[in-house]
């Protein structure tokens, strides 16, 4: 059985090992562990199947703003909503804090998230030019109006 769980410090080499599985410019173990231990605006869930990690989500709320920062599903988990979920349940914290809008960044040649994004409400409002450290672009996109 999947469950949603917040992410804890026993949890970084799992979440590191993942994400420089399927992230061409990964975050560090020391990334994650800054954003659990020195950033108050973190959220880190995790969505576990019998306590193996199966997908995470990384956002930040800062006051009505958040930032979607990672979203990432095991590839025999993907097609299954997950990643709809996860987005869906961060939503849910947001809206309880008055969020008004989500901003997030997506690799221009991840149109599998894009289209995620677009049906979860994000609009693509521009492009950031070299955005990653490998140099491809990213589309900025936007979700106002926080309605659920």
Known sequence: MIEKVRATIEDIDAL??????????????????????????????????????????????????????????????????LGEYLMKEAFKEMK????????????VSNIKAQRLYEKLGFKNTLLKKSYYSDGEDAFYMVKGGFEL
């Not at 576990?48 to 920062?69: C, M, P, S, T």
């Not at 309880?96 to 690799?107: G, K, Q, Y």
């Open 16 to 81: 590191g090992a993942m994400e420089t599985k399927y992230f061409p410019s990964p975050w560090t173990k020391a990334q994650f562990e800054e954003e659990m231990k020195n950033n108050p605006f973190s959220r880190i869930f995790l969505l576990k199947d019998e306590n193996k990690l199966v997908g995470y989500i990384d956002y930040w709320i800062i006051f009505d703003q958040a930032q979607i920062n990672k979203i990432c599903i095991e590839e025999e988990y993907r097609r299954q909503h």
């Open 96 to 107: 309880e804090n008055e969020v008004f809008s989500i901003t997030l960044e997506v690799r």
